[in-house]
């Protein structure tokens, strides 16, 4: 069974960058969709950004020219960079693993790793 593992996230204030990383380990597949996603307390998880084994990435609007999804094949690891953080970035974040996209889509993702706090202040 696949396991994930993020880290790197901490506080700092706004303007600000960092960079999650998620480690995974386990059964891993050749074919599969990664996605960050973050919960601010009293919200639903969403979506930040989604990369798939062909390297194809998607990312929220809320996000989109400030974070950066990349994954390292070679040491099953995914990142987040984070640069130019804001209040509103404020969030637990999880990374997660699904199956190979579908039309281009990402969903179903199953496996979840414990989060990892992003505080920013202004």
């Known amino acids: 069974q696949e396991r994930l593992v993020e880290s790197g996230g901490g506080s700092v204030q706004a303007g600000g960058a960092l960079r999650l990383s998620c480690v995974a380990s386990g059964t891993i597949y050749s074919d599969y969709c990664l996605g960050w996603f973050r919960q601010a307390p009293g919200k639903e998880r969403r979506v930040v950004a989604q990369i798939d084994s062909d390297g194809n990435t998607v990312y929220s609007p809320s996000v989109k020219g400030r974070f950066t999804i990349s994954q390292d094949k070679a040491k099953n690891i995914m990142y987040l960079q984070m640069n130019d953080l804001e209040p509103e970035d404020t969030a637990m974040y999880y990374c997660?693993?699904?199956?190979?996209?579908?039309?281009?889509?990402?969903?179903?993702?199953?496996?979840w790793g414990q989060g990892t706090q992003v505080t920013v202040s202004s």
């Open positions: 997660a693993a699904g199956p190979p996209p579908v039309a281009s889509t990402c969903a179903d993702f199953g496996v």
